[in-house]
């Protein structure tokens, strides 16, 4: 798929009278997988919002080829799966109800999910390896177990657009290998996935690395690109340094003396 996913022209965003995202221009291929990085402050986590129509902004916004504005709600939240930061609330919501409400856009006025919604829901929470305690509530589980309902509930939606600010946040190596595994299979089937990653080495693996600073686009290409690893060592203040490893790329922290 070639289309844009999202098509930005002087995007811009103010919070508390502020301007955080200062006239951001972009074009986020469909069918790839994005990952944003930058600088604490830098507007990732606003950018993704605004994206996802969560924060009010002006300029241009495009979603799949439509303007954004020409969506209703209920249409975009079958074409876009949202995973924030640190959610919270639903405490006393079983897992499973909690994955449910990501078929709420399938459904009727009436409520009520059928045999498909269902099944939706079971397989996303098979796919996070969250089935297994549907029965308990969101407040009782770890951090780790609750970011895999969560992801659940996203995938569940079965959106062709997934949006995940720090879907990684406490989820352990091999959970981490996974999420990137259901990633890739999102893409795969011709999916787009736009995420914010803290840990650069991971943000390496997907297919294309937008950087921000101060609320600008200071890097946006392939993560193949040398050109993209000496951008994330510029927007790190050369404090890092990226390295080929068995084939993938790593970020490693630069200490005084280093090359
Ligand atoms: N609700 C808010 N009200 C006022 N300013 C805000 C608000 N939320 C964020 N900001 C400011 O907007 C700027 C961008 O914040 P944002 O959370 O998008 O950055 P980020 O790149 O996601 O940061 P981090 O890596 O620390 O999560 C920061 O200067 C932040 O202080």
Redesign the pocket.
């Known amino acids: 798929m070639s289309a844009a996913a999202f098509e930005t022209r002087d995007l811009r965003v103010a ?2 009278g ?1 301007e ?2 200062h006239g951001i221009a972009l074009d986020l291929p469909a069918g790839r997988w994005t990952a944003v990085a ?12 605004a994206l996802a129509c969560l924060l009010p902004a002006s300029g241009e916004l495009r979603l799949l080829g439509r303007a954004s504005a020409s969506w209703s709600a209920r249409e975009r939240a079958r074409a876009l799966a949202w995973l924030g ?1 640190a959610e919270s609330g639903a405490e006393d919501l079983l897992a499973h109800d909690v994955v449910r409400l990501g078929r709420l856009p399938h459904q009727g006025w009436l409520g009520g999910g059928d045999a498909d919604d269902e099944q939706a829901v079971r397989e996303a929470m098979e796919e996070t390896q969250s089935w297994s305690w549907r029965d308990r509530p969101l407040g009782s589980l770890s951090g780790g177990e609750r970011q895999r309902v969560l992801l659940a509930r996203a995938l569940a939606v079965r959106a062709p657009v997934l949006l995940m ?2 879907p990684l946040s406490h989820l352990d190596p091999p959970h981490q290998a996974d999420w990137l595994a259901i990633v890739r299979r999102h893409v795969a089937r011709g999916g787009t996935a736009v995420s ?1 990653l ?1 840990e650069i080495g991971l943000a390496l693996q997907a297919d294309d690395l937008l950087l ?1 600073r101060q ?1 600008r686009v200071a890097h946006h290409g392939p993560c193949s690109d040398p050109c993209t690893h000496r951008a994330v060592e510029a927007v790190f203040d050369q404090r890092l340094r990226v390295h080929a490893v068995a084939g993938r790329w790593v970020a490693l922290p630069r200490e005084e003396g280093d090359a």
Not at 38 to 49: E, F, H
Request: cysteine-free.
């Open positions: 919070l508390a502020r955080v995202l930058g600088p604490n402050g830098a507007g990732k986590t606003t950018l993704l919002k930061q600010d720090e914010v803290h921000l609320g």
